[in-house]
């Protein structure tokens, strides 16, 4: 199955000059462990398990409004998006499954589509629908909105295509939609809030209506943009009030890079798993605006400390399965390293988050020892946990450094000439 | 009742001299209303019914952590706050009632306060809380919390407070009590946020318990401050999720300045009037992080829109009467001076709200226009609406230029030699 | 000349109901300034006076990375810009001068343009540099920046696209160069602080040796965007060393959507003018990132004390001349009605500014009297110089309601037969 | 010398059982540090030279303006605040200097105290001024300002504060005076910009000419707190202004909590030491506004990347000493515990930012190879350098763990007995 894309022998031949002083690492980590009662095996192993979900638009070069500089080799089409997601896992063993984009994506024939990601070993994740850009067969425009649109015609017209997405993602083995859409508007008075918000709520329940019983439905929230004075599902409160109104299925996505400035995020997803609706993440950093940064680039303890919540809640809560997805712009880097590198520092912050001495923080907040339980989760997250990570990826198959692994293989060079150069356009995303 | 504090002929003499000129504008603006359709007398009664509860807090000098400069003649007991309120009103006739602070404001004898309050022709709004700092008397300390504090007899205690306030504010007439608590933490770790929001929930739930069935119990969220990494209200989504779980008698107060850094509030206020939780307000103006300034004095704009979404409320919304309270910290300007220019702003941005062509701008919302649904509400704000406002608090009684007529009046100096300077202290609040 | 493009006749017509109206406003407003003290009719002279430069690529409808939905009628070359350009100025009477991108606007024949413009009435103002796009034609990608890139073949190619623009400028009689570049970083790491700085100021110094003695250079900030991580020139103190590592006809300008969350905008503008480097404006709004929303429309009392500090100026500064330009983009209305509102937005703040009593603000200034100066600048604010603007506007051959008569003069219709539709593309901004 | 306070023999017994485990860690990080090709050793040196100054006022507890919780055994002069800060030393070995608070710490004798710190193994760093309060003896209020102030008299008091700051400095081997104002507005209008800026300037000329030519002058911004609407040095902008007004012993005072949302400080910090005005930091950290917490305990990424510019510099800039000072207000731990584990915060940054691969990082940039310059900080950054500290701590006298070690020592509960409890006050700051 390698040999579709990267070939194993590559790997193998990178990993062997590594092995010798991982071997070292993971020793002397596994004896520092140790001292404080950590089994590094039971870690690694947690590591093996642990996956994360790339999106298909991911694997193209992204943009913004003033230019999209496109990178050697982009994928022109889904197929080329699954080799791409395909070689991604290969290197990570930490990504098996992909988000599509529907109409990017849409498939001619779903079950060759299953087919040719089965072979590659892998499955998809939620489905993600369009109605932020107007595709060019549909009969209305989504420039003033969709799912809240003032026009009963225009909204149908976009429950419709979520509908079709759910046929698409059954055919597929999906099971989760994912809403996200740009409605909003520029200027105050634009639009009225509250019917706004009921024409959305109400579109969202004909979508719910063919949700099939075993899929989630998951609302997604963001501050601005495209909309730049309010959008319809502006934070986490609207979302979690849409949700409720939609039932028991739906749920909210956190999306790390759609807050206000300052917010604790981590907090937020507190919040939701306490009132069961956190549905899960769309993961990437950010310093300033929503700029989908690569995960844990800009600042990594806010990452850990999103894992501190869910690691904790994995423990607590019952059934507790919340759906880890990346979802980046990749604009100045090779979208497959982002998305190797990204899917390892996700998987950093949760093993870290594994590490913390959950009764002695629970001991320390008992007593308000503040300083005591800074530094609790301070000790867990200052542990450099990549032996475990590398030794994970090489037993199953993985590269011990993904990127330099990927690097000499030459796919993407391998790749570029199937695939001509894409055009730079007037920038922003690919679809 | 003018007499006690400031004298009614004070305010007539400086009325006279500018009722002329009044007169005048007060016409022109009616012409020119009236070619937009608008009666400016009915424009006036409003004006004149409008009513903004002022805090007792507000009318001493505010401070900082650094410091805080006293100025002259400043209350030294709710007494004398009183005596401020009342003159505030007399000047502006536009907040008839005061919020009390506990224990800052405890009376020892609630009848009598009531009875003084009354001869000045005042009453009382919300009942405030303070479980934010610790009281010479009290028990336990709130250096780690109160209502959330992992240690039941600290809860039971900040419970037994807010009890002891609903209990004063039966004996004065109140009919709501505010419940702001500083709980929250310094440090990633310190505090569990999901079992301190239970807790925090279930002291409300004892507190509400005891709530006449005639009042309502407000929570109010602030995003940091006094505690700066975390607190338990950090925002409308959690402050909508408690009184959610209090019962139909709880809502959710929103104060102006306790967001995130370019949060839409309007749309919260929104939101809030459609989920049924929307309790009332806080006003005051910010630029930066929490600072209370003066309502309407850095963006007045945002203001307005925050009235265009209760007017527009009022008249779909059945039983709509959201509380109007001031909360601000005058630390440069005599509180007197500051209370009564933000009353006249709040009713101000009321006014101009009232003015927008409702009609007009449903259509262009319905038709997407969007510049010309921004125009709607900027013809409306632009509308110098001062001489309403004037001639309201003229034919109450009060004065056309309020800071003026105080100033004439020589009120401060007077209450000046009976007041003792206060220290400057340390800084901060002033009970 | 105004029937080239929308007839004076048109214009005429729509005022003719409105100007009775006009004329009772007028007066009204002329009576309650003369009773302090202010002479309406040199009020209505400063108004004339004023003027503020349309950005040629504003006429086009904008879009964001998610998407661009265009409108009917967008112009296709710079010809048709022009028209636009026009139109607004005919109906507003404001804008005499029209901003040039390169290569967007580049003219085969220079002369030629300037003709055209002048035919239609029109002159230019800054040209504008584009180095964060990559043109068809050009050797090197900006993909890792332009004046600052690494790589100095690719600066050389940056300057000379700039000093073709000053060619350009000369020919069309401009007589300022903008510099804004969207060079910066995504990572940390990735590029050098110091040295990209570095560079940017030495291929600055190779573009400002040769710009003619008698224009000016403006170097433009912005905290982010296309650059998410850092910008080369990413606020006004690194503007300002730059502006002065070039010398004296460099300066500084100042678009006000450019900044960091609360930043106190008008502060820097008078920071700009004491140390002589503010160059002049980029006019918009907004109430997150940077969106270029129209100017006025999220928060207008910040833009009326970006015209204080201007108005404060003009009195005390010699030869004090700073450039007005608009920069906004136009998603979701007709382009040409977003620039003449935004034009009169500008034009309002400015008269505002001038009715503030400084010899009062003064004074308030000197006693601490906060209170007081902050009443003095919102009597002059809440002052509704409509009436003024608008008599101005028809004195001089314009529109009293521009939208109106520019809807009712059927231009966009007219000119939508010539032009055909754009696409939808991948979003973001049109050349 | 240790015997003062905190004794030698309790250090060696806690350090005792830790001892082994430590060297067996240094051993494993010193062979993985040896593969990547850089000598444990080494970096141990560079450790144990590291240092950095705790503010003597940050041994009391810190408050904020709602309420101040104090701790038992709090410091109630300048006598008991050395002791705290030679046992801070002690334990950690890296805070051999105190900043002196005038006139919360004005000493009666500045010989005596000189020789009291020495005795403690303690020198002084940089003095700090206070005119943002006003003390009980002065003649002048700073309500309105001190070193801007519209009054010259006030001026006049401040400046010669400041005079007697650098008299007292000069008395106990002080080598520079940080000045920092709470000068500002609340209000717009109640400043005029530009008038308070030269203001304030010329007052800083006055303290300037009197600086000895050994000492530095340190202006330092801050973007509001306790002016909420503007503030004399708001930025970097302003304090580089005023610095090279000042002439070249003035240098800028970089404050990680006193910049507007999302800066980017690193690149300041940058900025500052390319034009040669960075004068050093006031270290903390910060989640919202200004709120002072503990170095690293929210952002430790962007730490670390402060110190990869400091790195940076060392190694290209001259003679390039910045000032280390911590700047933090402990509201809910034991002080101590935070000025040690801030020091070791900060140290910890130093080091990570020594292990870069500077070459490999210079060729990234210079290759525009944005992920591997990315990874090349990350690198570094994610090593545990725990083991370095510890051991340059234990060879140098301190403790290995210092917090557990000070918890065992019960010094606080020793010198609880002889400071009496302070006040919980009206909250804030203290003296």
């Known amino acids: 199955m390698d040999s579709f894309v990267t070939g194993a022998d590559g790997i193998a031949r990178s990993n062997e000059k590594a092995e010798a002083a991982l071997r070292e690492s993971y020793e002397a980590l596994g004896a520092s462990l140790a001292r404080r009662g950590i089994d590094i095996d039971a ?39 699954l080799d791409d997601c395909a070689a991604i896992n290969q290197f ?40 932020f850009s107007d595709a060019a067969t549909q009969q209305h425009t989504y420039k003033f909105g969709s799912l809240s649109h003032t026009d009963p015609a225009v909204r149908r017209q976009a429950v419709e295509h979520n509908l079709e997405c759910i046929e698409i993602g059954k055919a597929v083995g999906s099971k989760a939609i994912s809403i996200w859409i740009g409605d909003g508007s520029n200027f105050p008075g634009q639009s009225h809030f509250t019917r706004a918000f009921e024409r959305y709520i109400d579109s969202c329940k004909a ?7 075993d899929w989630r439905l998951f609302t997604e929230h963001k501050m601005y943009e495209p909309a730049f004075y309010s959008t319809v599902i502006q934070d986490w409160g609207s979302s979690y009030l849409a949700a409720t109104e939609l039932g028991p299925k739906a749920f909210c996505l956190v999306d790390l890079g759609h807050h206000a400035p300052n917010t604790n995020i981590e907090m937020i997803v507190a919040r939701l798993i306490q009132f069961k609706k956190l549905g899960g993440f769309h993961f990437n950093d950010s310093k300033y605006g929503d700029d989908d940064l690569d995960a844990g680039s800009i600042n990594p303890y806010q990452l850990f400390l999103v894992f501190n919540e869910l690691v904790d809640a994995e423990a607590r809560v019952p059934d507790f399965h919340p759906a880890h997805m990346i979802d980046q712009s990749h604009n100045v880097t090779d979208p497959i390293e982002s998305l190797m590198v990204s899917a390892t520092e996700i998987e950093r912050a949760y093993l870290q988050a594994l590490l913390i001495d959950r009764a002695a923080l629970e001991g320390y907040q008992d007593e308000n020892d503040a300083l005591m339980a800074s530094e609790t989760l301070k000790a867990a997250y200052r542990t450099d946990v990549e032996p475990i990570l590398a030794t994970a990826r090489l037993e199953k198959g993985g590269a011990i450094h993904p990127v330099a692994a990927y690097r000499s293989s030459g796919y993407r060079a391998k790749v570029a000439s199937d695939r001509p150069l894409s055009g730079a356009g007037g920038g922003g995303l690919v679809g």
Chains 1, 2, 3, 4 share one sequence.
């Open 92 to 131: 990570t063993r930490a990504t098996p499954r992909v988000a599509l984009h529907i109409p990017w994506d849409k498939p001619q024939d779903p079950a060759a589509l299953k087919s040719y990601a089965e072979e590659r070993g892998l499955g998809f994740d939620a489905m993600n629908s369009n109605t």
């Open 43 to 81: 870690m690694k192993r947690k590591a093996a398990e642990f996956a994360v979900a790339v999106p298909s638009w991911g694997t193209g070069t992204g943009g913004t409004r003033f230019a999209r500089f496109p990178g050697t080799g982009e994928p022109r089409d889904i197929f080329h998006k």
């Open 207 to 213: 979508i719910y209506a063919e949700l099939p019983d």
